[in-house]
């Protein structure tokens, strides 16, 4: 009887085999998409008045003076801080809202409508408001990338609460668990698949707050190089911190997917998905 | 002692159909006791309330009227004393086998040594003494329910209720499982009261089977089998099992309506 469990357990191990018969590995054609439009930009681009357009090698070799003064490693380390202060919070206050919205129903008829109204807020028509409250300097920008990045990140954890099946919540009630165990032993973990896509989500609108903030408050960090060179009419310039910041947005992309793999392995088999 | 009455036990709900409301009589003064050590199944068609009851019995649901009485002490929500296996076994999929059955004891305030010894006691009871650290991923329907029999087992409840426990599962795992149970049964000495739409099933393990029609009660059925049922096939061959089985499937029909 354990024999018949035991292999139909292994029969049960679909997704590693799915990835082996898919011969082309997925980067391949990552790289490939991405050579096919690297080529097609640089051959039509340059044809384009240098003011207007640019195109791949001239960005790059305004890229290598960038590094080489040191103005892009600046400029880079000036960015990140209130990014990481700023995008950091939006997790840390984020995730229990969304939560506690998402658990109990006062929460969700009191601060629902605000969130869901705070997502589509325009930001950048507060940004003046913003400056006057928290002044030019490094906290204004972290209030402008918490802003941005908090919304996501809330609703999605709400939503995933939502979507926690109702039997999971009734097993912790079978076993007289209480409301606080339930929440942090059953609705946390059901709901973590939810949080990690949120807290990816909230990775591009906290790239695009920490930009606004840069124009509109002290001008610096990666901000600054899109306006003076763009200010200059160096077109190719201004592309490599606006390029920096998308491959930036990508890798960290990625890392919390990788991440999300470890704390949250049983996902990936639930679902079926495959690894690589 | 291990004994559960339910007393004129009615649930009535709304059900919002196209802006209207239309309200359904799910559950109609039900009452059935369940002795100590017992086995009773509660047969019915579906929709005919039996998972209601059960529900109702382990303090998931509350009822609109009556009560439920464990021991002498009346049902009022969920208590380590009712233990609950559910139809999907339902195990948390971040905890391994182990961890799942001991989530349960820990409720209980079991800690320490005595709470992975009493865990593991469990799952070998089970026959899962070396899956212990599988995630219910790596496990097959069949012995995900084990786990989830096992986590219900872990905190002693003197009840059990178990809602379509082996409906989910191919035919010849559900055999084995019915078995298993039976002898789980013999060693424990455990009140059992379960659902099921199986007629066989119902037989086979239960020494009454409650049949329900419309929420209310059609008939109480005594399986003349006796205990200890080792040989669940030769069982199955018997005049004893059959005549049953068919007493149970008229009163089934004697509602005007079909098994699904």
Known sequence: MVDIADRRAATGEVPAAAAARRRVPRWVVTVAALVVLLA??????????????????????????????GKLVTALLQSIQPFIVGYGMAIVVGVPLGLVIGRFWVAEAALGILVTGGYAMPLVALVPLLVLWFGLGFTVKCAVIFLMSIFPICI????GVKSVPKTLIEVGKSLVASDAVILRRIVLP???????????????????????????????????????????FDTATMFVP??????????????????????????AEIAGRDQN | MGEVSLIDVSKRFTLRIDGGGQTVQALDRLSFTV???????????????????????????????????VDGMQVNGCGHDRGMVFQHAELLPWLTALQNVEFGLEMKGVRGQALRDTATRYLTLVGLGDSCNRRPYQLSGGMQQRVGIARALAIDPKVLLMDE????????????????LLEIHKRTKKTILFVTHDLDEAVLLADRVVVMQHGRLQEIVTVPLSRPRDD?????????????????????????????
């Not at chain 1, 790239?207 to 003076?228: H, K, P, Q, R, S």
């Not at chain 1, 910041?245 to 996902?267: D, F, H, K, T």
């Open chain 1, 242 to 267: 606006i390029i920096v910041l998308m491959v930036l947005a990508v890798g960290l992309n990625s890392l919390i997917g990788w991440l999300e793999r470890i704390v949250a392995p049983w996902q």
């Open chain 1, 190 to 232: 059901a709901t973590l698949p939810y949080i990690m896509a949120g807290i990816r989500l909230a990775v591009g609108r906290a790239v695009v707050g920490m930009v606004i903030a840069e124009f509109f408050t002290t001008i610096n960090g990666l901000g600054a190089i899109i306006i003076t060179s763009a200010n200059n």
């Open chain 2, 165 to 180: 426990p082996f409906g989910a599962l191919d035919a010849q795992t559900r055999e084995t499982l019915q078995g298993e």
């Open chain 2, 232 to 260: 669940l096939a030769k069982i199955r061959g018997s005049d004893d099992f059959a005549q049953t089985r068919y007493h149970i499937w008229q009163a089934l029909h004697a509602g005007g309506a079909t098994v699904h």
């Open chain 1, 40 to 69: 097609f930009w640089e051959y039509f681009g340059r044809d384009i008045n240098p003011i207007f357009g640019s195109y791949p090698s001239a960005i790059f070799a305004a890229f290598i003076e960038l590094v080489r003064n």
């Open chain 2, 35 to 69: 002795h100590d050590g017992e086995i009773v199944a509660l047969i019915g068609p579906s929709g005919c309330g039996k998972t209601t009851a059960l529900r109702i019995a382990m303090g998931l649901e509350t009822a609109s009227g009556g009560r439920v009485i």
């Open chain 1, 156 to 159: 999605n954890t709400w939503l």
